[in-house]
């Protein structure tokens, strides 16, 4: 079984930053991708970004350069820098972790999931 608590969040202007952690607990020599996916309200759940075990990593194109995902493995967090943020990426931010690499995000649906954190970006 894997743990995974997402923080991070919050209200930020458009144009402002934020950066996401993902602290993972558990079984975690199992997991060979963690992935970050976001719902808005009404839309989809959507994928953001991954990264492998060997840390690799893979961009949504909504992304457009400006989301970077990484991991510190002494502390087995990964994180997401998000900067100039947009109204758009208003969402429930979700962090994933899967035994499977697949297309780099993790196999889908993903073994395990955060509970979440929330997003808003003002304009």
């Known amino acids: 079984q894997v743990h995974l608590v997402e923080s991070g969040g919050g209200l930020v202007q458009a144009g402002g930053s934020l950066r996401l952690s993902c602290a993972a607990s558990g079984s975690i020599s199992s997991i060979n991708a963690v992935a970050w996916y976001r719902q808005a309200p009404g839309k989809e759940r959507e994928v953001v970004a991954g990264i492998t075990s060997a840390g690799r990593t893979k961009y949504a194109d909504l992304i457009k350069d400006r989301f970077t995902i990484s991991r510190d493995n002494a502390k087995n967090t990964v994180y997401l820098q998000m900067n100039s943020l947009e109204p758009e990426d208003t969402a429930v931010y979700y962090c994933?972790?899967?035994?499977?690499?697949?297309?780099?995000?993790?196999?889908?649906?993903?073994?395990?999931w955060g509970q979440g954190t929330q997003v808003t970006v003002s304009s």
């Open positions: 994933a972790a899967d035994r499977g690499i697949c297309a780099g995000y993790g196999c889908y649906p993903p073994a395990y």
